[in-house]
């Protein structure tokens, strides 16, 4: 998957007094052990199955399976697609709602961008209010990618709360899934009474600093469920949009330090508490768009089940 031409060149084209300016801002790091480690390489294989369009274009009923291989822990549990959505909004928002009943879970599972209507999302860099929180704003795409899907889902959910009333709700994606999956999980926490653990893997930035920090408020202080953003080594889109165009990190960043196409150990997954700090992704600085490698990587190839080709669908 690569970035299209049209987004490239926008981006290229940003003069220099549009760059981010990183702030000395204090975040202290630390580590995660070997089990927490485990519980993430289990989580990002939903997101690496929002990528299969068998899954996404199934039958309710079905499990979950990726062609490409990257999702066994996924395909040996008792899992079950609730709902399936996609080809059906002008953003081409898609994923699933399954039920795992391995590990007493519902979990909501948004694609990564695929199709043009994808990548008009991914580059829609104007804010909306989200009616979240006074002073709250959204980037106009994601938000829109969200609540073109959220009536359905929400449905689908709530019946699916009077069967597994006890499940906990897990909302993961990569890349454009990520930042729906953020906004969804910030969105659901609030209006609908949910506590969701947020699994975000190389996501934009999706929030102006006052939602951003309500997103992160959600965890921290509502223990609405745990947030886990996830970074990679020089990955660029969760550089974008920049710091310079109003946008921040929800916070605590992990940031994967392993090389592509690596086992990674407890001790490469860093975490800083600051979404936003110079150490972390953040201080890459400016996005370089010909290193995308590492927006692949996240504990494995999260996006080997991407088809070819950029269709309009």
């Known amino acids: ?79 079950t697609i609730l709902l399936d959505f996609s080809n059906a909004t002008i953003t081409d928002t898609a994923g699933f709602l399954a039920v795992d009943h391995t590990h007493s879970s519902l979990i909501l599972a948004f694609r990564g961008s695929y199709s043009v209507r994808n990548w008009v999302t991914d580059a829609t860099f104007l804010y909306t209010d989200p009616q979240l929180c006074p002073g709250c704003f959204a980037e106009l795409g994601f938000w829109s990618a969200w609540t073109n899907v959220r009536a359905n889902i929400t449905a689908a959910l709530t019946r699916a709360r009077e069967q597994y009333p006890t499940y906990s709700l897990q909302v993961v994606g990569h890349s454009l899934g990520a930042a729906i999956a953020t906004l969804a999980a910030a969105d659901l926490r609030a209006t609908a009474g949910e506590t969701v653990e947020l699994y975000a893997f190389a996501s934009p930035r999706v929030a102006n600093p006052v939602l951003a920090q309500y997103i992160t408020a959600q965890a921290t202080q509502q223990q609405k469920g745990a947030n886990y953003r996830f970074t990679h080594t020089v990955d660029p889109v969760p550089n974008l949009p920049l710091l310079a165009m109003g946008y921040s990190h929800v916070s605590p960043e992990y940031h994967i330090t392993a090389p592509d196409n690596s086992t990674v150990v407890a001790s490469q997954v860093v975490v800083y508490s600051d979404g936003d700090y110079v150490r972390g992704n953040t201080g890459v600085g400016v996005p370089d768009l010909l290193r995308f490698d590492a927006h692949h990587w996240y504990f494995e190839r999260a996006d080997a089940c991407i088809e070819s080709g950029l269709p309009w669908r």
């Open 1 to 79: 998957m690569h970035l299209p031409r049209f987004l490239v060149a926008t981006l290229s084209a940003l003069p220099c007094s549009a760059l981010p300016a990183l702030q000395a801002r204090e975040s202290t790091p630390s580590t995660i052990t070997p089990e927490t480690l485990a519980s993430f390489d289990f989580w990002v294989q939903y997101a690496a199955a929002a990528y299969c369009e068998p899954n996404y274009i199934a039958q309710a009923g079905q499990k979950l399976a990726c062609w490409a291989g990257n999702c066994p822990a996924v395909e040996a549990a008792d899992t």
